[in-house]
């Protein structure tokens, strides 16, 4: 059983940082691809950053250039650093996994998620 625990959200001011973080259970956890989430209020849960597990990396147009995902195998862990935060990011932002290895910007390509944190740009 594969599980993913998000952590790291919080509220900031609009300009500011964060950096989410997804820990992943499992000893396969280098074979995933792994992806960001977000779901606002009365929204549809979107794509935000992709990683591959050969390491490529996709972003959404809205966080391209402030958003960066990145992965640490050897520590099953998988990062979001958020930068130059808007008030428009504010989400839930819930973690992803896909067997596959790849990146798919829809949700039902990922077998496995997290619970979410809720992140919250104030302006």
């Known amino acids: 059983q594969v599980q993913l625990a998000e952590s790291g959200g919080g509220s900031v001011q609009a300009g500011g940082s964060l950096r989410l973080s997804c820990a992943v259970s499992?000893?396969?956890?280098?074979?995933?691809?792994m992806a960001w989430f977000r779901q606002a209020p009365g929204k549809e849960r979107e794509f935000v950053a992709g990683?591959?597990?050969?390491?490529?990396?996709t972003y959404a147009d809205s966080v391209k250039g402030r958003f960066t995902i990145s992965r640490d195998n050897a520590n099953n862990t998988v990062y979001l650093q958020m930068n130059s935060l808007k008030p428009e990011d504010t989400a839930v932002y819930y973690c992803?996994?896909?067997?596959?290895?790849?990146?798919?910007?829809?949700?039902?390509?990922?077998?496995?998620w997290g619970q979410g944190t809720q992140v919250t740009v104030s302006s």
């Open positions: 499992g000893r396969t956890f280098s074979r995933y691809g």
């Open positions: 992803a996994a896909a067997d596959s290895g790849g990146i798919y910007y829809f949700s039902n390509s990922y077998g496995y």
């Open positions: 990683l591959s597990r050969a390491i490529s990396t």
